[in-house]
T-cell receptor, first 113, second 113 residues
Framework: NAGVTQTPKFQVLKTGQSMTLQCAQD?????MSWYRQDPGMGLRLIHY???????DQGEVPNGYNVSRSTTEDFPLRLLSAAPSQTSVYFC????????????FGPGTRLTVT | GDSVTQMEGPVTLSEEAFLTINCTYT??????LFWYVQYPGEGLQLLLK?????DKGSNKGFEATYRKETTSFHLEKGSVQVSDSAVYFC????????????FGQGTTLQVKP
């Protein structure tokens, strides 16, 4: 199994550009989430989904949109990139919202200039 | 609100040294506690967990005990190896809600031969 996959691995954007970070999992997990990792701040939750068609905001949702049309995919959209969104983004999934183990993808390193 | 605090790094040890990484938490309820590890260039992996007070989680020679009286979950290993070099994250979660993980800031461990 591939587990949780993310594309692209690296991306450089100019301020104001838009893009979508892709996340897919092949474990039939209901729960998926997006985190951003910044130096000295650990990981912070951006958005999460408890199933297809259901999404909600996390701790730092501003500037990001998500949708969940299938169980497998959970893309993260940046509508108008800002330098403050320079970060490493991780997608994670688990079999239920209350599951103890979340499986993380390898991450996308985004730089906004 | 809930939070997790870890000792600042980097922690630099010689091979076979004893490791302790301190983690304390503030919680409004009764969370489960976790240690995740991030090897260079990879996503996070669950290292160990404890779901209630006095539980001890263990894996790959690492241990941590859920201490409610001191609100701590310190990570220990008796003899570290170069391959243990990584970033270690302490985290908490409530199984009754969305499964959101609240992370500490991470501690970098460097083990020298």
């Amino acid at each position: 199994n591939a587990g949780v996959t993310q594309t692209p691995k690296f991306q450089v954007l100019k301020t104001g550009q838009s893009m979508t970070l892709q996340c897919a999992q092949d474990m039939n997990h209901e729960y998926m989430s997006w985190y951003r990792q910044d130096p000295g701040m650990g990981l912070r939750l951006i958005h999460y989904s408890v199933g297809a068609g259901i999404t909600d905001q996390g701790e730092v949702p501003n500037g990001y949109n998500v949708s969940r049309s299938t169980t497998e995919d959970f893309p993260l959209r940046l509508l108008s990139a800002a330098p403050s969104q320079t970060s490493v983004y991780f997608c994670a999934s688990s079999s239920t919202a209350g599951s103890y183990e979340q499986y993380f993808g390898p991450g996308t390193r985004l730089t906004v200039t | 609100g809930d939070s997790v605090t870890q000792m600042e790094g980097p922690v630099t040890l010689s091979e076979e040294a004893f490791l302790t990484i301190n983690c304390t938490y503030t919680a409004t309820g009764y969370p489960s506690l976790f240690w995740y590890v991030q090897y260079p260039g990879e996503g996070l992996q669950l290292l160990l967990k404890a779901t209630k007070a006095d539980d001890k989680g263990s894996n790959k020679g690492f241990e941590a005990t859920y201490r409610k009286e001191t609100t701590s979950f310190h990570l220990e290993k008796g003899s570290v190896q170069v391959s243990d070099s990584a970033v270690y994250f302490c985290a908490l979660s409530y199984s009754s809600n969305t499964g959101k993980l609240i992370f500490g800031q991470g501690t970098t461990l460097q083990v020298k031969p």
